[in-house]
């Protein structure tokens, strides 16, 4: 297991070992197997209980993927996951049931997360229904306390999906998760498909909930500014691998992983005149296929520092420094 520091100091909540997640592709004709995405590539990491670890990285890297398979909401190809010291794979149904009251997600898009003929208050009092949880009156008062708590109104609960805005969709969608008082929530880009001006207002929400029910968040995300906003840690994916994963302190002021300097030299200043920039680091090239992934190190074709190694062998993840862990043969 690949722990740092700081995660043994505090109990493991969630551990990924050696997770694989591969989609067949089939051919057209004959329904032969014509390849395989590999999504995710065995990647490994813990989170610590009321700990804030952030997945990073380009658009088709796995992150999302990644994150379903923590839920159990995609079966891994190969590897296991364990909450609270449990094998996820090794749970029944009746066991995964009641792993959801755990652990949910909130969902990238608050206007496709929501069905669009049911009540607010419905929707929120769904999962409640389904795990038996209360009386009726019980979930009607439920239902207007989570309402409240995220900043919504109580006549709020009997209104559709299409009468809110973009902003407080996302607030109704969070009040669903947090409905059974689960103790482990991904959030899987939570502020992308928001204004900018809405954006500030639920990454404080969703802090002030962290810390109000001690929540452990995976978030997952492309911008580093909410990364260096809400995360303790930080796991940077290339190509379904993890190349780095440290602190968010570590991450901000000396990355190691070439890509992950590639990866914060191109996020935008928040004012580039009173900001000094260090040169800013081009890829060469693009993002190879998951299709057909390069041999040795998946960076190696786009990477300034390659040596003849890295065409030929994968760099494990390993730990360098207490709480810091990198995948490259020149580190």
Request: aromatic share 6%; proline share 7%; with cysteine.
């Amino acid at each position: 297991m690949l722990a740092s520091a700081h995660t043994f100091m505090k109990e493991v909540i969630c551990e990924a070992k050696n997770l694989v997640k591969h989609y067949p592709l089939r051919a057209t004709r004959f329904g032969s197997t014509a390849g395989v995405v590999r999504a995710v590539e065995d990647v490994s990491f813990c989170i610590a209980r009321r700990e804030v670890f952030a997945v990073v990285g380009e658009s088709g890297c796995g992150k999302s993927t990644l994150g379903r398979l923590l839920l159990r909401l995609e079966e891994p190809t190969s590897g296991h996951v364990f909450f609270e010291g449990k094998d996820l794979g090794s749970l029944n149904a009746r066991q995964i049931f009641h792993f959801r009251r755990r652990a949910q997600i909130i969902y990238q898009d608050p206007y496709s997360a929501l069905n669009p003929r049911k009540k607010i208050g419905r929707l929120i009092a769904e999962p409640l229904a389904i795990h038996q949880w209360g009386s009726a009156s019980e979930r009607r008062e439920r239902v207007i306390g989570l309402l409240s708590r995220v900043g919504l109104q109580p006549e709020h609960a009997e209104r559709y999906p299409h009468e809110f805005s973009g902003g407080q969709r996302q607030r109704i969608v969070i009040a669903r998760a947090l409905a059974l008082n689960p103790v482990f929530l991904v959030a899987d880009e939570p502020v992308s498909a928001l204004d900018m001006s809405i954006q500030a207002q639920v990454i404080n929400l969703l802090e002030e909930l962290q810390e109000e029910f001690q929540l452990t968040y995976l978030v997952i995300s492309h911008d580093l500014s909410v990364v260096e906003h809400m995360a303790h840690r930080i796991g940077v994916m290339y190509l379904g691998r993890l190349v780095e994963i440290g602190t968010k302190e570590a991450f901000f002021q000396e990355p190691l992983h070439p890509y992950a300097q590639a990866l914060l030299s191109a996020a935008p200043l928040p004012d580039p005149s009173t900001t000094a920039r260090k040169p800013r680091l081009l890829l060469e090239g693009d993002v190879p296929s998951p299709i057909r992934p390069p041999s040795g190190c998946p960076f190696h074709l786009r990477c300034s520092e390659r040596a003849s190694i890295c065409s030929q062998a994968m760099p494990p993840l390993k730990e360098i420094e207490p709480g810091r862990s990198v995948a490259c043969h020149r580190r």
